[in-house]
T-cell receptor, first 115, second 112 residues
Framework: AQSVTQLGSHVSVSEGALVLLRCNYS??????LFWYVQYPNQGLQLLLK??????LVKGINGFEAEFKKSETSFHLTKPSAHMSDAAEYFC?????????????FGRGTSLIVHP | NAGVTQTPKFQVLKTGQSMTLQCAQD?????MYWYRQDPGMGLRLIYY???????DKGEVPNGYNVSRLNKREFSLRLESAAPSQTSVYFC???????????FGEGSRLTVL
């Protein structure tokens, strides 16, 4: 069975600082990996995804993530935080166990950006 | 494009009352899902429908029923609401075999 662990329920950074949100997964087969962002009182929207190919993937709003199979990780980074990045971020894993790709989500990390 | 539309956006129920959350998508996706979101718990899958005519239980199905009415619509029913079902509910859809989800804006349900 697949699972996702997001380290840190809250991450606080200063505006302009590096953003690093950690995600580790477990999966018995090659996974698809996703990061979603949720702004207050909204649904989730896709930031970026890894399916196959290049292990460094770029997403919207300057975010990127690197798939590291040996570390079973898919950490999300952004070189310089902006106030508008304050939101909840969810890592998700999906694999074809059982014949269908059913995503499993981590518990989320709240990103706080200080002026 | 509307994407995924959920109704109602807010609902207050008394314990024991029933209600149905409606969800419709206009992206011609095969798969649809219902998740609940609770503080510190992330999103937990209640039920999903991999294709029209099929439904399957997710992680937390107790107290819920679903209907895949057609390819566009997937409803979630609470037959006898309990305070533990107070939550934000999200409907999502996806193209089968990708796992990439498209979410509605959520339905906030309070059970008193």
């Amino acid at each position: 069975a697949q699972s996702v662990t997001q380290l840190g329920s809250h991450v606080s950074v200063s505006e302009g600082a590096l953003v690093l949100l950690r995600c580790n997964y477990s999966s018995s087969v090659p996974p698809y990996l996703f990061w979603y962002v949720q702004y207050p009182n909204q649904g989730l929207q896709l930031l970026l995804k890894y399916t196959t190919g290049a292990t460094l993937v770029k997403g919207i709003n300057g975010f990127e993530a690197e798939f590291k199979k040996s570390e079973t990780s898919f950490h999300l980074t952004k070189p310089s935080a902006h106030m508008s990045d304050a939101a909840e971020y969810f890592c998700a894993v999906s694999d074809r166990e059982g014949g269908s790709y059913i995503p499993t989500f981590g518990r989320g990390t709240s990103l706080i950006v200080h002026p | 494009n509307a994407g995924v539309t959920q109704t109602p956006k807010f609902q207050v129920l008394k314990t024991g009352q029933s209600m149905t959350l409606q969800c419709a998508q206009d992206m011609n996706h095969n798969s649809m899902y219902w998740y609940r979101q609770d503080p510190g718990m992330g999103l937990r899958l209640i039920y999903y429908s991999a294709s029209e005519g099929t439904t399957d239980k997710g992680e937390v199905p107790n107290g819920y029923n679903v209907s895949r009415l057609n390819k566009r619509e997937f409803s979630l029913r609470l037959e006898s609401a309990a305070p533990s079902q107070t939550s934000v509910y999200f409907c999502a859809s996806s193209v089968t075999y990708t796992g990439e989800l498209f979410f509605g804006e959520g339905s906030r349900l309070t059970v008193l």
